[in-house]
């Protein structure tokens, strides 16, 4: 009996560390924008901004991005589904944009380009994206961004 309350404590004690460790990685925290990419293509975008601590004022981005993909009558024709990874320098936003695109049936690797200007509260630019499937097409707009 004893053995196992040891053990239960033990247990109850690596719990509480690796609480505390992730407790500790949770409290980097990053600032949330939310927006709109327009034009080729329509969805939302949240993007997270980490503030790098190397005293240059880069600051990091990384995203998720799910986006429907419409044709010139405004038809749905396929989703994008992709990571955004850059970094903000000098209200500078680049990004590249990698992932796959499922149009009308088909599938393919895509990779683009996410540019434009940040200041403390908004963004604003334009975007690229290539498929790579039959043609290679590419479909290009502008982001706006709010931060939350």
């Not at 429907?68 to 989703?79: F, K, L, R, V």
Request: glycine content about 12%.
């Amino acid at each position: 009996m004893k053995k196992s309350i040891f053990k239960f404590f033990i247990v109850l004690f690596f719990l509480f560390l690796a609480g505390c460790v992730s407790i500790e990685k949770s409290s980097q925290t990053s600032d949330v924008w939310t927006g709109n990419i327009t034009g080729m293509a329509e969805g939302k975008i949240k993007l997270f901004v980490l503030d790098v601590k190397d005293g240059t004022g880069v600051k990091k981005v990384e995203s998720k991005i799910f986006v429907t993909i419409t044709n010139a009558d405004n038809e749905d024709i396929g989703d994008m589904v992709g990571t955004l990874s850059g970094k903000i320098e000098n209200n500078i936003l680049n990004a590249d944009i990698t992932g796959h695109a499922y149009v009308l049936r088909a599938k393919g690797r895509i990779n683009g380009g996410f540019t434009g200007e940040m200041s403390e509260t908004r963004g604003s630019g334009e975007w690229t994206i290539i498929v790579s499937a039959k043609g290679n097409p590419k479909f290009t707009g502008k982001w706006t961004l709010e931060k939350k």
